[in-house]
């Protein structure tokens, strides 16, 4: 019989007690610390911003004058913007999702086409913004027009999108889709009636977050050359358009030439992060009413 000593294995763990309140300690100083700089940013946001921030703020043209200036084209252009983005990445993405888990052979292909889906999401926007340019503006000759930066916001998110839903319906338990084969559906009804349902609160999660960034989203655009300036308001997909990011971007870099537009710039990022909330918000109570559904 091995002779086990007692004292070496508390010694041992007082050492890993000790570790880990350490780095206990540690995680839990860097969500303060997180949380107070969030808190700071919201308090000088809303202090600078939210005294700018009325009827004629919210439905007025943009202007050189800051006391003229309102965001209305800017807010009308990220509703265009998500007109064309939404539906694209929707369908290419959770149509992909569904191929990917459920029709494509298992195999090294497809573990490659995976990984390099898995590593899309982690390329840095700007290079969308140059793919966007190339082919959407130069190439196809679009323009900076709503359709040709929501194209290219839809190629930034649908990675994404796809990786969201394929994990969606991975988590869909197998009983229920082997029962819905035993009473003899095929397997696009099998798709249709229980793996789709059963997963669409994942995939709206995954999506709604992507959303979110895409709205959020300067840099693709700074490269398609979207204008920020007197630019009339956007009544389609084919209109030249600026959106809020763009707009506090550059009311962001005016802001050394005039205090003013640092306020204006607050007052966007206000009504941004509220159209983020309200967007985030409809999202949750989606997913939790087919939650209860399903």
């Known amino acids: 019989m091995k002779y086990i000593d007692t004292a070496q294995v508390e010694k041992k763990m007082k050492s890993r007690v000790i570790i880990n309140n350490f780095l206990k300690s540690i995680f839990f100083l860097a969500t303060i610390f997180g949380l107070v700089v969030l808190a700071v940013l919201i308090f000088r946001v809303m202090s600078q911003g939210l005294s700018y921030?009325?009827?004629?703020f919210l439905t007025g043209k943009l202007s050189t004058m800051p006391e003229r200036a309102g965001i209305m084209g800017a807010i009308l252009g990220t509703f265009w913007l998500m007109v064309v983005v939404i539906p694209v990445t929707m369908v290419l993405g959770v149509s992909t999702a569904i191929y990917n888990e459920l029709y494509a052979k298992k195999g090294r292909l497809q573990s490659v086409i995976?990984?390099?889906?898995?590593n899309l999401a982690g390329v840095p926007s700007i290079v969308y913004g140059i793919l966007g340019?190339?082919?959407?503006?130069?190439?196809?000759?679009?323009?900076?027009?709503v359709l040709a930066g929501g194209l290219t916001m839809s190629l930034l998110v649908l990675p994404i999108v796809i990786v969201a839903s394929q994990e969606a319906?991975?988590?869909?338990?197998?009983?229920?889709?082997?029962?819905?084969?035993?009473?003899?559906?095929?397997k696009w009804q099998t798709v249709k009636n229980i793996i789709l349902p059963a997963s669409l609160p994942g995939i709206l999660t995954g999506s709604i977050l992507a959303l979110s960034r895409a709205i959020g989203e300067t840099a693709p655009l700074v490269v398609l050359g979207i204008p920020a300036l007197l630019i009339p308001f956007p009544g389609g997909i084919f209109d030249k358009f600026t959106v809020l990011p763009m707009q506090i971007y550059y009311w962001t870099l005016d802001s050394s030439l005039m205090e003013e537009y640092a306020y204006l710039a607050a007052a966007t990022i206000i009504v941004l992060l509220v159209l983020l909330f309200i967007l985030n918000s409809t999202a949750i109570i989606i997913r939790n009413k087919f939650q209860q559904r399903y």
């Open 53 to 56: 921030i009325n009827m004629d």
């Open 114 to 118: 995976q990984t390099n889906i898995a």
């Open 133 to 145: 340019m190339t082919i959407f503006v130069r190439a196809l000759d679009f323009g900076n027009i």
């Open 169 to 186: 319906i991975r988590a869909v338990p197998q009983h229920l889709s082997e029962a819905s084969y035993g009473m003899g559906a095929t």
